[in-house]
Protein backbone atom coordinates (compact mmCIF):
# COMPACT_ATOMS: atom_id res chain seq x y z
CA UNK A 1 0.00 0.00 0.00
CA UNK A 2 1.46 3.22 -0.91
CA UNK A 3 0.52 4.78 2.19
CA UNK A 4 2.80 2.09 4.24
CA UNK A 5 5.72 3.00 1.76
CA UNK A 6 5.32 6.73 2.68
CA UNK A 7 5.17 5.87 6.58
CA UNK A 8 8.06 3.79 6.46
CA UNK A 9 10.23 6.19 4.47
CA UNK A 10 8.80 9.19 6.31
CA UNK A 11 10.13 7.37 9.86
CA UNK A 12 13.82 6.84 8.24
CA UNK A 13 13.55 10.75 7.56
CA UNK A 14 12.19 11.58 10.86
CA UNK A 15 15.87 9.64 12.38
CA UNK A 16 17.33 12.05 10.04
CA UNK A 17 15.84 15.02 11.03
CA UNK A 18 15.97 14.20 14.81
CA UNK A 19 19.79 13.70 14.43
CA UNK A 20 20.40 16.73 11.90
CA UNK A 21 18.46 18.58 15.27
CA UNK A 22 21.29 17.03 17.90
CA UNK A 23 24.46 17.86 15.35
CA UNK A 24 22.92 21.35 15.05
CA UNK A 25 22.35 21.65 18.95
CA UNK A 26 25.55 19.94 19.83
CA UNK A 27 27.75 22.22 17.64
CA UNK A 28 26.15 24.85 19.56
CA UNK A 29 24.41 26.00 16.25
CA UNK A 30 20.94 26.70 17.24
CA UNK A 31 21.21 30.47 17.68
CA UNK A 32 23.26 29.87 14.14
CA UNK A 33 20.33 32.26 12.93
CA UNK A 34 18.77 34.72 15.50
CA UNK A 35 15.77 35.09 13.64
CA UNK A 36 12.71 32.74 12.37
CA UNK A 37 11.89 31.44 9.97
CA UNK A 38 14.44 33.37 7.84
CA UNK A 39 17.93 33.47 8.94
CA UNK A 40 18.79 36.84 9.41
CA UNK A 41 15.37 37.80 7.25
CA UNK A 42 16.79 35.60 4.10
CA UNK A 43 15.62 32.18 2.66
CA UNK A 44 19.08 31.12 2.57
CA UNK A 45 22.16 31.90 4.77
CA UNK A 46 23.12 35.21 3.42
CA UNK A 47 26.90 36.20 2.17
CA UNK A 48 26.58 39.01 -0.26
CA UNK A 49 27.94 42.01 0.95
CA UNK A 50 25.36 44.49 0.60
CA UNK A 51 23.43 41.69 3.01
CA UNK A 52 26.17 41.59 5.40
CA UNK A 53 26.61 45.23 5.69
CA UNK A 54 22.47 45.35 5.88
CA UNK A 55 23.13 42.73 8.87
CA UNK A 56 25.60 44.66 10.95
CA UNK A 57 23.05 47.23 11.26
CA UNK A 58 20.11 45.79 11.99
CA UNK A 59 21.43 42.40 14.38
CA UNK A 60 24.45 44.66 16.22
CA UNK A 61 24.98 42.37 18.31
CA UNK A 62 25.17 39.63 16.10
CA UNK A 63 28.47 37.93 14.15
CA UNK A 64 27.27 35.86 11.87
CA UNK A 65 28.78 32.58 11.40
CA UNK A 66 27.62 30.55 8.07
CA UNK A 67 28.77 26.95 9.26
CA UNK A 68 26.52 27.22 12.57
CA UNK A 69 24.00 29.52 10.26
CA UNK A 70 23.94 27.03 7.36
CA UNK A 71 23.59 23.90 10.12
CA UNK A 72 20.32 25.89 11.60
CA UNK A 73 19.26 26.18 8.24
CA UNK A 74 19.50 22.48 6.81
CA UNK A 75 17.89 21.75 9.77
CA UNK A 76 15.06 24.02 9.28
CA UNK A 77 14.77 23.02 5.85
CA UNK A 78 14.40 19.10 6.25
CA UNK A 79 11.79 19.61 8.76
CA UNK A 80 9.64 21.75 6.52
CA UNK A 81 9.63 18.73 4.09
CA UNK A 82 9.35 16.89 6.78
CA UNK A 83 5.70 18.72 7.55
CA UNK A 84 4.86 18.38 4.09
CA UNK A 85 5.44 14.14 4.14
CA UNK A 86 3.11 14.49 7.44
CA UNK A 87 0.57 16.60 5.47
CA UNK A 88 0.55 13.66 2.47
CA UNK A 89 0.40 10.75 4.86
CA UNK A 90 -3.16 12.67 6.79
CA UNK A 91 -4.37 13.09 3.30
CA UNK A 92 -4.29 9.39 2.19
CA UNK A 93 -5.35 8.03 5.82
CA UNK A 94 -8.45 10.55 4.87
CA UNK A 95 -9.02 8.95 1.33
CA UNK A 96 -8.52 5.39 2.66
CA UNK A 97 -11.62 3.86 3.77
CA UNK A 98 -9.61 1.49 6.08
CA UNK A 99 -7.15 3.82 7.44
CA UNK A 100 -7.06 5.19 11.04
CA UNK A 101 -8.36 9.01 10.89
CA UNK A 102 -7.65 10.32 14.08
CA UNK A 103 -3.84 8.86 14.70
CA UNK A 104 -2.54 11.06 11.69
CA UNK A 105 -5.11 14.00 12.38
CA UNK A 106 -2.87 14.03 15.69
CA UNK A 107 0.33 13.63 14.53
CA UNK A 108 -0.35 16.25 11.77
CA UNK A 109 -1.02 18.76 14.97
CA UNK A 110 2.09 17.26 16.97
CA UNK A 111 4.36 18.71 13.83
CA UNK A 112 2.91 22.24 13.87
CA UNK A 113 3.43 22.51 17.38
CA UNK A 114 6.77 21.15 16.66
CA UNK A 115 7.77 23.66 14.41
CA UNK A 116 6.17 26.06 16.95
CA UNK A 117 8.47 24.88 19.36
CA UNK A 118 11.58 24.93 16.88
CA UNK A 119 10.82 28.75 16.34
CA UNK A 120 10.44 29.17 20.70
CA UNK A 121 13.99 27.50 21.10
CA UNK A 122 15.34 30.64 18.69
CA UNK A 123 13.26 33.32 19.17
CA UNK A 124 13.61 32.43 23.69
CA UNK A 125 17.14 32.06 23.30
CA UNK A 126 17.73 27.92 23.71
CA UNK A 127 15.46 28.54 27.11
CA UNK A 128 16.54 24.31 28.44
CA UNK A 129 12.67 23.88 28.53
CA UNK A 130 11.57 24.27 25.06
CA UNK A 131 14.63 23.35 24.06
CA UNK A 132 13.83 19.66 25.95
CA UNK A 133 10.00 19.86 24.97
CA UNK A 134 11.26 20.08 21.14
CA UNK A 135 13.28 17.02 21.39
CA UNK A 136 10.81 15.13 22.99
CA UNK A 137 8.31 16.24 20.20
CA UNK A 138 10.79 14.73 17.79
CA UNK A 139 10.78 11.38 19.79
CA UNK A 140 6.94 11.37 20.27
CA UNK A 141 6.84 12.00 16.36
CA UNK A 142 8.92 9.01 15.52
CA UNK A 143 7.27 7.10 18.17
CA UNK A 144 3.64 7.47 16.82
CA UNK A 145 4.25 7.30 12.54
CA UNK A 146 5.76 3.65 14.09
CA UNK A 147 2.45 3.36 15.35
CA UNK A 148 0.45 4.23 12.57
CA UNK A 149 2.61 2.08 10.82
CA UNK A 150 2.07 -0.96 12.80
CA UNK A 151 -1.61 0.25 13.20
CA UNK A 152 -1.89 -0.24 9.29
CA UNK A 153 -0.01 -3.69 9.11
CA UNK A 154 -2.24 -6.86 10.04
CA UNK A 155 0.83 -7.87 12.64
CA UNK A 156 -0.50 -10.93 14.55
CA UNK A 157 1.62 -12.69 17.33
CA UNK A 158 1.02 -16.08 16.00
CA UNK A 159 -1.06 -18.79 18.44
CA UNK A 160 -1.24 -15.26 20.34
CA UNK A 161 2.39 -16.08 22.44
CA UNK A 162 0.63 -16.71 26.00
CA UNK A 163 4.19 -16.25 27.81
CA UNK A 164 5.02 -13.37 26.24
CA UNK A 165 1.47 -11.94 27.34
CA UNK A 166 3.06 -11.86 31.02
CA UNK A 167 5.19 -9.88 30.09
CA UNK A 168 2.77 -6.73 29.12
CA UNK A 169 3.40 -5.02 32.50
CA UNK A 170 7.19 -5.25 32.53
CA UNK A 171 6.79 -3.31 29.20
CA UNK A 172 4.76 -0.90 30.04
CA UNK A 173 6.96 -0.07 33.04
CA UNK A 174 10.15 -0.50 30.93
CA UNK A 175 8.50 2.25 28.39
CA UNK A 176 7.59 4.36 31.73
CA UNK A 177 11.72 4.35 32.90
CA UNK A 178 13.16 4.90 29.25
CA UNK A 179 10.70 8.24 28.69
CA UNK A 180 11.68 9.14 31.83
CA UNK A 181 15.67 8.35 30.86
CA UNK A 182 14.85 10.16 27.65
CA UNK A 183 13.63 13.43 29.12
CA UNK A 184 16.51 13.52 32.12
CA UNK A 185 19.03 13.22 28.40
CA UNK A 186 17.31 15.97 27.42
CA UNK A 187 17.21 18.39 30.47
CA UNK A 188 21.25 17.65 30.66
CA UNK A 189 21.83 18.28 27.31
CA UNK A 190 19.97 21.36 27.35
CA UNK A 191 21.28 22.55 30.62
CA UNK A 192 24.57 22.07 29.40
CA UNK A 193 25.75 19.67 32.78
CA UNK A 194 27.03 17.13 30.31
CA UNK A 195 30.59 17.55 31.33
CA UNK A 196 29.44 18.49 34.75
CA UNK A 197 30.91 14.99 36.39
CA UNK A 198 33.43 13.73 34.41
CA UNK A 199 34.55 10.19 36.50
CA UNK A 200 33.03 6.99 36.80
CA UNK A 201 30.86 5.29 38.00
CA UNK A 202 28.56 8.43 39.20
CA UNK A 203 30.46 11.71 39.88
CA UNK A 204 33.25 13.61 41.40
CA UNK A 205 33.94 15.13 45.15
CA UNK A 206 31.89 14.95 47.56
CA UNK A 207 28.83 15.10 45.53
CA UNK A 208 25.79 13.69 47.49
CA UNK A 209 26.27 16.67 49.98
CA UNK A 210 25.73 19.14 47.21
CA UNK A 211 23.05 17.96 45.39
CA UNK A 212 19.95 20.44 44.76
CA UNK A 213 16.98 19.06 42.99
CA UNK A 214 14.30 21.79 43.85
CA UNK A 215 16.58 24.18 41.73
CA UNK A 216 17.83 21.21 39.45
CA UNK A 217 14.00 20.29 38.30
CA UNK A 218 12.98 24.21 37.95
CA UNK A 219 11.24 24.40 34.90
CA UNK A 220 12.33 28.32 34.54
CA UNK A 221 14.84 29.63 35.16
CA UNK A 222 14.34 33.36 35.31
CA UNK A 223 15.20 36.06 32.97
CA UNK A 224 18.54 35.62 30.95
CA UNK A 225 19.76 36.99 27.38
CA UNK A 226 20.26 34.06 26.30
CA UNK A 227 20.96 30.77 27.81
CA UNK A 228 23.56 29.20 25.29
CA UNK A 229 25.99 27.53 27.32
CA UNK A 230 23.92 27.29 30.44
CA UNK A 231 22.65 29.05 33.35
CA UNK A 232 22.66 27.02 36.10
CA UNK A 233 25.01 26.57 38.86
CA UNK A 234 27.47 23.63 39.27
CA UNK A 235 25.74 22.22 41.88
CA UNK A 236 22.81 22.26 40.13
CA UNK A 237 24.10 21.19 36.57
CA UNK A 238 25.93 18.41 38.52
CA UNK A 239 22.41 17.09 40.42
CA UNK A 240 21.28 16.74 36.63
CA UNK A 241 24.04 15.05 35.53
CA UNK A 242 23.85 12.45 38.57
CA UNK A 243 19.99 11.84 37.81
CA UNK A 244 20.56 10.83 34.79
CA UNK A 245 23.29 8.34 35.50
CA UNK A 246 21.31 6.78 38.05
CA UNK A 247 18.57 6.64 36.51
CA UNK A 248 20.47 5.00 33.68
CA UNK A 249 21.20 2.37 36.14
CA UNK A 250 17.14 1.91 36.85
CA UNK A 251 16.73 2.10 33.17
CA UNK A 252 19.75 -0.50 32.10
CA UNK A 253 17.90 -2.94 34.24
CA UNK A 254 14.53 -3.11 33.84
CA UNK A 255 15.01 -3.32 29.84
CA UNK A 256 17.88 -6.15 30.23
CA UNK A 257 15.21 -8.07 32.54
CA UNK A 258 12.73 -7.62 29.61
CA UNK A 259 14.71 -8.34 26.83
CA UNK A 260 16.02 -11.67 29.10
CA UNK A 261 12.72 -12.40 29.48
CA UNK A 262 11.82 -12.15 26.36
CA UNK A 263 14.26 -14.97 25.35
CA UNK A 264 11.40 -17.48 26.21
CA UNK A 265 8.69 -16.01 24.31
CA UNK A 266 7.28 -18.77 21.37
CA UNK A 267 7.31 -16.44 18.49
CA UNK A 268 10.10 -15.40 17.04
CA UNK A 269 8.80 -12.12 16.62
CA UNK A 270 9.08 -11.02 20.39
CA UNK A 271 12.15 -13.32 21.04
CA UNK A 272 14.03 -11.38 18.46
CA UNK A 273 12.63 -8.25 19.87
CA UNK A 274 14.49 -8.92 23.16
CA UNK A 275 17.75 -9.70 21.44
CA UNK A 276 17.50 -6.34 19.63
CA UNK A 277 16.73 -4.55 22.82
CA UNK A 278 19.74 -6.15 24.40
CA UNK A 279 22.08 -5.13 21.46
CA UNK A 280 20.94 -1.56 22.02
CA UNK A 281 20.85 -0.97 25.88
CA UNK A 282 24.35 -2.35 25.78
CA UNK A 283 25.64 0.02 23.08
CA UNK A 284 23.31 3.03 24.48
CA UNK A 285 25.26 2.48 28.09
CA UNK A 286 28.92 2.23 26.51
CA UNK A 287 27.71 5.42 24.39
CA UNK A 288 26.93 7.37 27.27
CA UNK A 289 29.65 6.35 28.94
CA UNK A 290 32.37 7.39 26.43
CA UNK A 291 30.29 10.55 25.92
CA UNK A 292 31.72 11.15 29.44
CA UNK A 293 35.09 9.41 29.43
CA UNK A 294 36.25 11.37 25.92
CA UNK A 295 34.33 14.87 26.81
CA UNK A 296 31.63 14.65 24.86
CA UNK A 297 32.95 14.01 21.01
CA UNK A 298 30.56 15.28 18.70
CA UNK A 299 30.16 11.57 16.97
CA UNK A 300 29.41 9.53 20.18
CA UNK A 301 26.67 12.54 21.47
CA UNK A 302 24.57 12.63 18.54
CA UNK A 303 24.80 8.40 18.23
CA UNK A 304 23.62 8.24 21.76
CA UNK A 305 20.42 10.69 20.61
CA UNK A 306 20.09 8.22 17.94
CA UNK A 307 19.94 5.06 20.83
CA UNK A 308 17.72 6.75 22.72
CA UNK A 309 15.50 7.00 19.34
CA UNK A 310 16.14 3.61 18.38
CA UNK A 311 15.23 2.38 22.01
CA UNK A 312 11.89 4.03 21.91
CA UNK A 313 10.70 2.50 18.91
CA UNK A 314 12.06 -0.91 20.28
CA UNK A 315 9.85 -0.84 23.13
CA UNK A 316 6.44 1.07 21.45
CA UNK A 317 6.90 -2.20 18.95
CA UNK A 318 7.17 -4.98 21.99
CA UNK A 319 4.36 -3.02 24.15
CA UNK A 320 2.12 -2.89 20.77
CA UNK A 321 2.84 -6.66 19.47
CA UNK A 322 2.16 -7.66 23.48
CA UNK A 323 -1.28 -5.89 23.21
CA UNK A 324 -2.34 -6.75 20.34
CA UNK A 325 -4.91 -9.56 20.24
CA UNK A 326 -4.15 -12.95 18.49
C1 LIG B 1 20.36 3.80 29.75
C2 LIG B 1 19.97 4.41 28.73
C3 LIG B 1 20.19 5.85 28.38
C4 LIG B 1 19.33 6.59 27.62
C5 LIG B 1 18.01 6.12 27.02
C6 LIG B 1 19.89 7.92 27.49
C7 LIG B 1 19.30 8.96 26.79
C8 LIG B 1 19.83 10.20 26.62
C9 LIG B 1 19.24 11.25 25.83
C10 LIG B 1 17.93 11.17 25.07
C11 LIG B 1 20.06 12.33 25.91
C12 LIG B 1 19.86 13.69 25.24
C13 LIG B 1 20.66 13.71 23.96
C14 LIG B 1 20.57 14.98 23.19
O1 LIG B 1 20.05 15.97 23.69
O2 LIG B 1 21.02 14.99 22.06
C15 LIG B 1 21.16 11.97 26.75
C16 LIG B 1 22.22 12.81 27.07
C17 LIG B 1 23.31 12.42 27.81
N1 LIG B 1 23.56 11.16 28.38
FE1 LIG B 1 22.34 9.56 28.28
N2 LIG B 1 21.09 7.96 28.18
C18 LIG B 1 21.33 6.72 28.73
C19 LIG B 1 22.42 6.35 29.48
C20 LIG B 1 23.50 7.16 29.79
C21 LIG B 1 24.66 6.78 30.59
C22 LIG B 1 24.87 5.41 31.21
C23 LIG B 1 25.47 7.87 30.65
C24 LIG B 1 26.80 8.04 31.34
C25 LIG B 1 27.35 7.24 32.19
C26 LIG B 1 24.85 8.93 29.90
C27 LIG B 1 25.37 10.19 29.72
C28 LIG B 1 24.77 11.21 29.02
C29 LIG B 1 25.33 12.54 28.87
C30 LIG B 1 26.67 13.02 29.43
C31 LIG B 1 24.41 13.29 28.11
C32 LIG B 1 24.52 14.75 27.69
C33 LIG B 1 25.06 14.81 26.29
C34 LIG B 1 24.75 16.12 25.64
O3 LIG B 1 25.00 17.18 26.18
O4 LIG B 1 24.21 16.04 24.54
N3 LIG B 1 23.65 8.48 29.40
N4 LIG B 1 21.01 10.66 27.17
Known sequence: ??????????????????????????????????????????????????????????????????????????????????????LAILILCIKHPHAPKKLPSFIAVLIVFQAALGMWTVTMKLMPIVVMAHLIGGFSLFALLLLLYLRLK?????????????????????????????????????NYAALACTTLPICEGNWVDNLRFAEAFSPFQGDHPSFEFGVLDYATRMTIHVSHRVWAVVTAITLILLALKLRYAQSNIMRNSGYLLLLLVIAQVGLGISNVVMNLPLGIAVSHNAGAALLLL?????????WRKA
Open 1 to 86: MAIERLIKFTLVFTLAVILMGAYTRLSDAGLGCPDWPGCYGHLAVPSASHDLAKIETHFPQMTIEPEKAWLEMIHRYIAGALGLMV
Open 154 to 190: PLRIPGGDSYARKLVPLALVSLGVLVIQIILGGWTSS
Open 314 to 322: TLVFINYAL
